[in-house]
Structure formats: C-alpha cells, structure tokens
C-alpha cells in the first residue's frame, strides 16, 4: 500500500473468487406435426422462454458478457438476463414427395414417368430472437477495478443511427444502440458520475436475430433392384439473408453498435448462402 492509501489508490487488487451463482428459467413449448397430407411431412415448434442468471461463464462468457461481476459488493445487480436467453425460437422442417411419376397417381408412364420419379423436397427453416448483451462505460466509477454498465440518460434516441465514423469498416452494419443516448467521458456529452451505478440493467439489451432457410432438392434413379442413385442439390441459407453478430458494445470504442461479422455456418464456414451438389450410390 502507497502513503494515502484513499480514493481506491492502492497499487495491489486484491481478489477473492468463488464460483457461486443462481439461473432461473420459464418456458413454454409448443409444436404442430402433419405426418401425411398427399407426400407432406411438416412440423412447426416454437419456443417461448426467459432465461435469468446473476453470473457468467468466468472461462466462456457469452459475447458482449463480461467475465466479473461489476459490483462483488452487490451482487443483486447482477441478476438479469442471461447471456443464452433466447425469448423467441420458431424451427419449421418438411419433407415433400410429389405424387407424380413411375408407380405414382400422375405422370406415371414412358420417359416422363421415369423422369419425375424418385423426388424429393425437404428443408428447415429457423427463425430465432437475438441474444442480450451488456453496453459498458470506459472508466472505473465504482472504484471496483471494472468499467461499470453505461448509464442511459437519453432513452428518445436509443434507436437512432449515428453518423458513421472513419474508423468504421465499409462491411459493418449498425444494429446497435445509439452512443448519443449514454453518458460520455469525451467532453462533448455529460460526464459520467463516479460512485453512481448506472441504471440500466444487466444484459439489457439484444442483438440482431436469425432468418435462415436450409433447403434440400434431391432425386433418386433405381438403376437394379438392388442399387440406386441418389442426385442432390443442398441449399444453405437460401435467400441469402445477412445473420449479423452482436455489435461492438463498449462505449467509446469508435466501432460501437457496429455488428463487423455475420454469423457463420456450424462447420466454421461463411453464413452467406452456400450450394452444394453431391451424388451417391445406394446398395
């Protein structure tokens, strides 16, 4: 400790963990099946649910999560939503089999039959509300070591879209909030109180959400009785919708509320649609 030990001055932190925390979760599922309407399976499901927590994954926070509580002197601050909480989540899947072609009610007969045989459609679309995050201050206003939430003192702006600035890549997309809403320690908006928590709450806000259809256009040929050949054409992110990340959440940061990438595919790739055509031999 230096002389004049006041004022959070002191040249050491000293840290105390323990892994302790609380999660509370409330749902309500529903789901719709059609086994067989004329070569049409279908199912719907949908997921209402709210996801509560006072803690983080210390190893593994959630994007825009931090890894410590702001405050460890009052941790009821700290409840809120979780980092996972998905309030809305919609998953519709089908597979489709016309009834035209060899053996079929329609077109059954000659070259044509054999052509419009063996068809098959099927795909899934999710569609998924964005996951919350937390929006940070730049300076440590409760002397606790951490930069505290970022007080909101203009809500009738929130949803406004700030000039872009010169450090913002040309590909970033702004799904954020607006900067212009929150105390900043820049000299142009108000400065931010020390020893005043802030008054928004954890993971008040949520980032962008998910549209995405998958689709699956596939024909099987029996070339013996025993063997086939099965033609696909796989379709990922059909309509190529952009499924953006959650935004930069730090005020101060000159990319804040910029979303700079898109959320990829699960094997690592672009989230862009992607075409794939593939073949195999059944026997």
Known sequence: ????????????????????????????????????????????????????????????????????????????????????DTRHRGVINFVYHPNIGRGKAHFSEGYVGRALAGWELSGIAAFQTGLPYDIFGTADTLHTGIADRATLVNPSILKGIPTQGAFVPSSAVFTGENPAAF???????????????????????YGPGIN?????????????????????????????????TTPVNTIGNPNFGYSLSQVGQNDGTTGSRQVQIGGKFNF
């Not at 105390?183 to 806000?205: E, K, T």
């Not at 689709?215 to 379709?235: D, G, P, V, Y």
Request: glycine content about 8%; charged content about 20%; proline content about 5%.
């Open 1 to 84: 400790m230096p002389f004049d030990a006041v004022n959070n001055n002191a040249f050491i932190h000293g840290f105390f963990d323990e892994s302790s925390g609380h999660s509370w979760y409330d749902g309500l599922q529903l789901q719709v099946t059609e086994r067989n309407f004329h070569g049409l399976q279908i199912q719907g499901a949908y997921t209402y649910s709210h996801a509560l927590d006072d803690s983080s994954d210390p190893l593994v926070p959630t994007t825009g999560n931090g890894s410590f509580p702001i405050d460890s002197f009052n941790l009821r601050r700290e409840k809120g939503n979780s980092g996972y």
């Open 183 to 205: 105390n900043q320690d820049d000299g142009v908006a108000l400065p931010i109180p020390f020893d005043v928590p802030s008054n928004v709450g954890r993971n008040h806000f």
């Open 212 to 244: 995405n259809w998958d689709f699956n256009l596939a024909k099987t040929t029996a070339i013996t009785e025993k063997m086939s050949f099965q033609l696909r054409f796989e379709f990922y992110n059909l309509f190529n919708r952009a499924q953006f």
